[in-house]
């Protein structure tokens, strides 16, 4: 780092070359670190980014890049930049990118692209990834000219971040970065964001709005991940502790609505708990804020909440009637919007209903599965809530998707927002290992912890490489039970136990983190579950647990797609996770 | 429903493609889409016929503005407007069939452009069913329609226009609907005594 000058260029107009443009604009943006992958599209850059002070975590495969930048975004709440070649190095970014548009998160990715001159010739390693990556990108462009490169990078940095935040990516051609241009860093500041011109939260809407919440009898508030991205958790408590209104969170929105709160739920949808969805589907009013009414947490439409008004307060006016028919719709920064309706509202000391919603609750609320008989048998949810417990639930978890995701967001209490990075839209395997090192990027002096499946971990395994190389201070925990577990969940429910093609080998995991200099420890019984995780945490550098979980155990309780929230499979009886009657 | 949407759109490469795919998105079928310079430099008017529910006109105008390139987007369903297409259609015609369509094209105001021994063309400007309804009447007559080049639907709001760009550029807004503009509006209506 020490060669690295902190150039001065960004005070006065410069001649540089297109590459020391895209670096020194960066530069000026704030960002310090990248996540890429060099080649031949791209070397020009790679070339120049010894001059500048901005770390480069070279990765292994490059959706691991897009998800670092993409955990490194939701962990930090800046833009992740994520950096790849030409041609299948643009290619190998779609899914990260895809991941990154569903789940509304600000990445600017940067490709290579080969000379202007050639555009379209089927030239080595050309693919037009602009038109590849249209429909998953909040926006994209092709910079074929050195003087274009920073207001472009600063205009896509603006897009990323702004509004409903997203990927952006920027192409440029290989003679664009070779190009020399005077560099302004202050004269390529783009245009100020143009908010959407459809957002509207008329003060008679807002009064609209704030009749409806003080004469609800049962309201529910829907807490999604824009509570995070608007920084709107403090006015959502107000808002709850005010009305006393019991609070559900969608899975990106965990940690916007702190889990040990009393008027706190829990996750709601295909895996919530049994009285977050029956709260939902009782309830007379529900306020949403900063969510979609995404299929996986509204099952049938037709019998979601059917007897509640629904306010929804939301940045995107396309998601307003979306999915459910609204009858406020406030749109615009979560936040901001709350700030409007709070003055309307003058409190209420008690609520009926949340005493109806507690006791539904029941003992299910304080499940404690530490009380458990050990039956010598390791439940993955074991693992979660010892986890929790271990960390006080302070550790950044990165998830996978599947059903440790499930048992994390049912079992690891986030009280902090950006403390659960998951992939929620798209659900990408594969993305908790690389989102988990952008996240610790992000935050080095936080506790972080991977967890994945077996399925999941090996989708994007190598970039075990980039943590060894990195030395970089991640836990990471296999939940190991030879199935694609929750493709065989659906099997065992809805395809008459027919297991095709889910069981899956895997690795000795503890001897391919050793082979990557990694130590481990591989855990069978509950009991070895807290010795691990010491080891894990006391540990400066990186740790691998491969957790023996029960093969055949199912997340409880499930709504099956496209049935009614009440409609839902419970536990059965044998398991020895056992729900009170209350539950049942 | 047909929804028209009238959108302003940077002049760039590649912005077609944006609106275009954002319907493909959506699985809804574009009818017609024409555009052209508007005029602000810079900036290309699109009119938009989408096929779709009675209700997605919000969604498809909101997800439109999502687009970084489109800077204003109209319902115009919501408005009163005008509404033209321009169609240019080749008949086979030999000199001694050609008289009939000559009094065709009089009646619908259309003209003959092109004459050729065993063919002509006609050109015709007009709302949408004026331009079907021709077709229709030259295929009733068992005239044999060998080509027939049709733009789509323009549209333009009446009156008041409401674009943000020129409300930008400080172009001061026309003032509100009098009874002269009204009389003229009657003068440039659509004649509709056309043939049934």
């Known amino acids: ?584 | 429903m047909l929804h028209t949407f009238v959108a302003l759109v940077e002049d760039k490469p590649g912005v077609l493609t944006r609106v275009a795919s954002l319907f493909r998105r959506l699985n809804i079928n574009i009818v017609s889409l024409t555009v052209g310079r508007s005029e602000k430099p810079g900036t290309s008017r699109m009119t938009i016929v989408a096929e779709a529910s009675p209700t997605a006109g919000h969604r498809i105008m909101a997800s439109l503005y999502k687009l970084e390139n489109v800077l204003q987007v109209d319902d115009i369903g919501l408005h009163s407007s005008v509404s033209r297409e321009l169609a240019l259609i080749k008949v086979a015609a030999t000199p001694k069939t050609r008289s009939h369509i000559f009094e065709l094209a009089e009646v619908f105001r259309a003209r003959i452009v092109d004459l050729a021994p065993e063919s002509l063309m006609i050109e015709i400007t007009g709302v949408e069913s004026k331009i079907e309804g021709l077709l229709q009447v030259l295929n009733e007559s068992e005239d044999c329609i060998l080509e027939v080049s049709r733009t789509g639907r323009m549209v333009m709001r009446r009156g008041e226009h409401t674009s943000r760009v020129l409300d930008a550029m400080r172009v001061p807004e026309p003032e509100s609907e009098t009874g002269a503009d009204a009389a003229v509006r009657a003068v440039i209506e659509e004649p509709s005594k056309l043939p049934q």
């Not at chain 1, 462009?141 to 920027?170: F, H, N, Q």
């Not at chain 1, 069978?524 to 491969?546: C, D, H, Q, S, W």
């Open chain 1, 1 to 584: 780092m020490s060669q690295k000058k902190d150039p001065a260029i960004l005070s006065n107009a410069t001649r540089l070359t297109g590459a020391e443009i895209l670096w020194a604009t960066l530069e000026g943006e704030g960002v310090r670190e990248v996540f890429g992958y060099p080649g031949g599209a791209i070397l020009p850059a790679y070339d120049a980014l010894r001059k500048f002070p901005i770390r480069h975590i070279l990765v292994r495969h490059e959706q691991g890049a897009v998800h670092m930048a993409d955990g490194y975004a939701r962990a930090s709440g800046k833009v992740g930049v994520a950096i790849a070649t030409s041609g299948p190095g643009a290619t190998n970014m779609v899914t990260g990118i895809a991941n990154a548009m569903l789940d509304s998160i600000p990445v600017l990715c940067i490709t290579g692209q080969v000379s202007s001159k050639v555009l379209g010739s089927d030239a080595f390693q050309e693919v037009d990834i602009t038109g590849i990556t249209l429909p998953v990108t909040k926006h994209n462009y092709l910079v074929t000219r050195a003087e274009d490169i920073a207001p472009v990078l600063r205009e896509a940095m603006l897009i990323a971040r702004s509004g409903r935040p997203g990927p952006v990516l920027v192409d440029i051609t290989k003679d664009a970065q070779q190009a020399t241009a005077d560099f302004d860093f202050a004269a390529a500041a783009p245009q100020p964001h143009r908010p959407h011109p459809m957002l509207r939260a008329e003060s008679e809407e807002v009064l609209k709005a704030a009749a409806l919440i003080r004469n609800a009898k049962r309201p529910v508030i829907l807490s999604g991940h824009g509570v995070i991205r608007s920084g709107a958790r403090e006015q959502v408590i107000a808002l709850a502790e005010r009305m006393q209104i019991p609070v559900a969170s969608t899975l990106l929105g965990l940690g916007g609505f702190p889990a040990s709160h009393p008027l706190s739920l829990g996750m709601m949808g295909m895996h919530g708990e049994a009285w977050v969805n029956q709260a939902i589907q009782q309830a007379d009013l529900l306020i949403a804020c900063g969510m979609r009414f995404d299929d996986r947490v509204t099952g049938s439409l037709a019998t979601f909440a059917v007897n509640a008004k629904k306010i929804h307060i939301e940045i995107d006016p396309a998601e307003i009637n979306k999915n459910v028919r609204i009858d406020v719709a406030l749109i615009g920064d979560l936040a901001e919007v709350l700030e409007a309706v709070l003055p309307h509202l003058s409190g209420r000391k008690s609520s009926a209903w949340v005493r109806e919603v507690n006791a539904m609750k029941g003992e299910c609320a304080v499940r404690d599965i530490q009380k458990l008989p050990d039956t010598g048998h390791l439940y993955a949810a074991h693992v979660m809530y010892d986890l929790w417990n271990a960390t006080e639930g302070k550790a950044i978890v990165a998830t996978d998707v599947g059903q440790h995701q499930m048992w994390e967001a049912q079992y690891y209490k986030h009280e902090e927002p950006r403390t659960l990075i998951t992939s929620g839209g798209l659900g990408t395997m594969g993305f908790a290992l690389p989102a988990g090192i952008g996240a610790k990027v992000a935050q080095p002096d936080k506790e972080v912890w991977i967890i994945a499946g077996d399925g999941g971990f090996q989708m994007t395994a190598a970039e075990l490489s980039t943590i060894a190389q990195e030395n970089l201070d991640v836990n990471i925990a296999v939940v190991n039970n030879g199935y694609l577990g929750m493709v065989r969940q659906w099997q065992e429910f809805f395809y008459d136990k027919n297991y095709e093609s889910s069981p899956i080998l895997s690795p000795d995991y503890v001897k391919l983190a050793e082979a990557h200099g990694i130590p481990g420890a591989t855990v069978r019984t509950r009991a070895e579950v807290l010795p691990a995780v010491k080891a894990a945490r006391e540990r400066k550098g990186p740790f691998l647990i491969n957790f023996l979980v029960e093969k055949e155990d199912s997340v409880y309780p499930m709504i099956p797609a496209g049935s009614a929230l009440h409609e839902m499979i419970r536990r059965p009886n044998h398991n020895p996770l056992v729900e009170t009657a209350q539950d049942a």
